[in-house]
């Protein structure tokens, strides 16, 4: 058995890999990577009755990984690189080859996988980090679920500035309905929850057009969405808007969340 752990700036991850096949996975949260490293490696073998004696190698990665410079518990250790983590994940959990990942954690991570290799193609320091730092700003509350919560119920013509509201006619492929400026509206009866519905908008909205120009650069029509931000419903709502103005198909594979220390898992 492989344990992979995704030591990432605010979430670890940690998944069991046996005979190539994903059979277990954890988040924790934890104030430090070491802390963070040996909680996760200790939850998924407690939680699910692993014998220690069984993991014969652990697989780090992520923002913390290079805190880890020892063995953990004795079990022989090693880190593998984010953006290879990224890479191997994403082509299993999908299925597929040959694609462009978006990885969104955060900030955002876009990546090419599959025959020629794994090659970090870009990303953006938009993300849930973004999310997170402008609510405490913005809103009532930074806790992500409440966030979520409230833009529910959001108006996003309260903020942000639509293209029917400065124009008759369509452009191009954009109708009334299209941002012309995030934010560039917000009237003053805008409501907490409006707020909310706009920063999330703005920030999938950049991550949708970034995986688009990276798309289209690769000449594919599909772009897997991988990380902690690929369960955001309302930030799916914004790709699949993208998906129909653009073309591109965003798939978002089982335990996407999980890839990364899915991908470390299988890299040794």
């Known amino acids: 058995m492989i344990i992979g752990i995704d030591i990432g700036s605010t979430t670890t991850k940690a998944v069991s890999i046996e005979k190539g096949k994903l059979t277990r996975k954890i988040k924790t949260r934890a104030s430090d990577a070491v802390t963070a490293a040996t909680g996760a490696f200790g939850k998924i073998i407690l939680e699910n009755g692993i014998n220690i004696r069984t993991v014969e190698r652990i697989a780090i990665t992520g923002a913390g990984a ?10 022989p250790t ?19 080859n040959n694609i462009i990942i978006t990885n969104i954690g955060t900030g955002t991570v876009i990546i090419e996988a599959g025959d020629k290799g794994i090659i970090h193609f870009g990303g953006s320091g938009v993300g849930g980090g973004t999310i997170l730092g402008l609510a405490k700003k913005l809103l009532p509350t930074a806790v992500f679920g409440d966030i979520l919560e409230l833009a529910k119920t959001g108006k996003l013509n309260h903020v942000d500035l639509l293209l029917g509201d400065i124009t008759d006619t369509s452009i191009s492929f954009l109708n009334g309905d299209s941002t012309a400026s995030n ?6 009866s805008a409501s907490p929850p409006d707020i909310a519905l706009a920063i999330i908008n703005m920030v999938y909205q950049v991550i949708g057009v970034l995986s688009v120009f990276a798309a289209r650069a690769k000449n594919t029509e599909r772009v897997i969405v991988t990380g902690n931000g690929s369960k955001n419903m309302s930030g799916r709502k914004v790709l699949t808007d993208i998906s129909s103005m653009y073309g591109i198909e965003f798939i978002y594979p089982e335990y996407a969340e999980y890839t990364t220390a899915v991908g470390a898992g299988l890299s040794i």
């Open 66 to 75: 290079t805190k880890i410079k020892d063995d953990i518990f004795g079990i």
């Open 78 to 96: 090693k880190r593998v690189n984010e953006i290879e983590a990224i890479g191997v994940g994403g082509m299993f959990l999908s299925g597929l």
């Open 183 to 188: 934010f560039g509206k917000m009237l003053d």
